[in-house]
């Protein structure tokens, strides 16, 4: 097409249908920063008739939007046009262009509807999702609606969420001729036959495509789904296979007298075994501080307290440093006007919600909700322990002052439930109101996104949790896909909690002060997850469990779970990951990890980065100088893995 | 795998928080109480097997974290229930005015043809009680679903909820079989053991497959 001609086009596109705050989650060929980004995802017509999906990033919609010209649509180009770019005005405005994603219609193949209807993937290839939008505002429902209006579709029965467009008049005609010859239901007078006659009449096309792909799934995953009927003839087989390969659907079916989706998936490097370390000692933790009280390693420290917790004796102490109420390098003396000014400052909160009267509760609806569930949840809240057990306990008192006081403290965030559950083992380590508040809030500003309205934060996560499941354990992943609970819903008490609900106090003690060293990545969190759940993989898998059975095993193993193993696996796990060839940009990101793709990290400034990410994982604050000095960094060895080891004191303390 | 049951139900419990979701669930499925229950997070179930009219019918019962806030993850599991208890608490009047928000939910996130019932719990307290039980039965009047004043601590009328509901459910399901397979071999078609591994959907469509 000539570049003229697309000119002549473009004053005729239109905009069909319109969904704003779409995310880019993955396009092929796309360089990183255009991912994450938002934009609105269209169905277009162009002036020839022709249509196609398209998504604009928000930035480049105050660009006339006559700049849609047909070679930039396709998708696999784009990459390639962008290196060409030097940075003048022109190609500005062309690398701006150049960020459309455009999908004739005419070559999609199939698309699917996943994450709860929130996130969409097309495909113009079998066997490939191309690009993977996520809808922020609402779901993809009225998106495919729309869609629907303008492509032919049926679903697959083996994927309910996955559709394929088909050419209705060639299509409708082979697949009515090969379930005439399949013939299978006859025998059986049911109402299988029943309905599937009556059904016809009514509705030819997608019933004839439902029956097919229940055929599909005797074929992929045996015949337990039909009651009976056991035996798929050869013939039968050899059809469906032809036939699949007509709707070129995504997956690459082999004939090997029985049928399998085979996918190839490079193997990760053998999990090293890393050994747990002691915790944290008194003496420890008293040589890391100088004389005025100043915790001078603070690497060290967090190294220290990853590698092996904290013990009991200082917790108290230490907690309030990871929580940040007490900064890393403040004296003794500075933390006592530190903590008198907070106590001051938690007082005149709780004074607010403590002096209002009957009369105002009941005009401030808002208020007397929170403070009702807080109630409730305070009076089931660790009730077993012998702290919080019994009939007038003070301690839920306290529980329910620093709840109502946090209400007063982020009135937007409010109270959620599970909140109780976060604060409960920290009044039971500071047994102080003042201490256990602002550790509460500390931790709570690391969680604070689990609790979100609209639940996205925890959605992110969820996401971000079956992204690294499938890196790292890819075939209890694909397990999980096609036993629908691909979502992981079934981790989010795990994840709202933080784990609270399946430890006792002690070892919640131990999980969590390992976790708030943020060492040694970001979202480690998640690969706990994965790490219990890699633990599990062969129960699930060999026993088959489906849907309810998944959710049911994972609530069970609730107070089964053993806290060093699982610390010991995830980070094993971790350096798996890490150090695989094909580890990808995706996970990277989560992991908190450079991309290799991004423009700023090109190969001379390679040398630098390593030091960078340590600073940015580091105290961050500008006396971490002080103690870069005597920052030395050693490498430990395990099982052939090389583990940093920050200083030479750290070096000295573990060995 | 030996069928240990005609039927299998799947049953949801939903209301406001604190109401007594999980202590109705273990009363029926434990027969027990415990004062000092823990507030759900998230979704989890237990099953019970039930004797009715001479069949087996294993319900699985869902019990749903109950603050809006997580509506958007709960709701996920209401599709393919097949019945829904909707539970409010008599000493709270808030939670009896949020049956209407919850059956609205309903309506956006269960299939059409799912059986309801209202229970109001905790009616041993009745020196706390906020809603009386005629605003209950007037509610369940409007909205033509079945109702009754339950106690998880008591044991009372919690076994007649379930068994009215799956009693219900029961008779909807070989009517609507009725209508759809003229000539029944077995009386009644009947959902196996494996599919309660499938995708949920409208529990009406298992049943008929197409």
Redesign the interface.
Known sequence: MSSSSVDEITEQTKDLFTQDGVLLKAAMGRMVQDLNSIGMLCIVQNGDGTKCIEWRPNDLITIDSDTQDQEWAVVNTIGRRQRTLSGNMTSDYATARARIIKIPLEDLKTFRVTRNNQQMQFSTKPGVWQTTFYFQHGNAEIFVAYLKNHVKTAKTRHDRNTYVVVEPNIETQVLNRSFAELDIFTENTTDVVWNLVSNFKQRPYETTMEAFSKLTDIVYYGNEGMNGKRDVSEEVADLLTKSMSALEDSTTVTRTGEYEVVSVKPTLPPRPCIPRGTPLSTEKWEGLQDTEGRVTEVEGVKQLIFRGGVAHSIRQSVWKYLLDYYPWRMTHSELRSLQRKRTEEYFSMKLQWRSMTDGQEARFSEYRDRKSLVEKDVNRTDRTHPFFAGDNNPNLIVLQDILMTYVMYNFDLGYVQGMSDILAPLLLLMGNEVDSFWCFVGFMDKIASNFDMDQAGMKHQLLQLQQLLLFASPELAQHLQQKDSGNMYFCFRWLLVWFKREFSHRDIMRLWEVLWTGLPCSNFHLLVCVAILDAEKDIFISKDYGFTEILKHVNDLSMCLDVDRILSSAEGIYHQVVSAPHLTDQIRIILGIPPLNTTTSTSSDEATTSQSVQQANGTGDGSAEAAERDMEEDTLEYDGIQIKIVTKTVWALLA | MAKTYDYLFKLLLIGD??VGKTSILFRFSEDAFNI????T?????KIRTIDLDGKKVKL?IWDT???E??R??TT?YYRGSMGIMLVYDVT?E?SFENIKNWIRNIEENASADVEKMILGNKCDLDSKRQVSKERGEQLAIEYQIKFVETSAKDSLNVEYAFFTLARDIKAKMEKK?EA????PRTGG?QL?A?E?????TSWLSR????
């Open positions: 928080s604190g000092s229950f823990i507030s997070i998230g979704i989890d179930f699985q974290a109950g603050q806030r997580f958007t993850i996920a709270n808030k079989q759809s397979n003229p000539a078609h196996r494996n309660q591994q499938r995708k949920p049943c008929s497959l197409l």
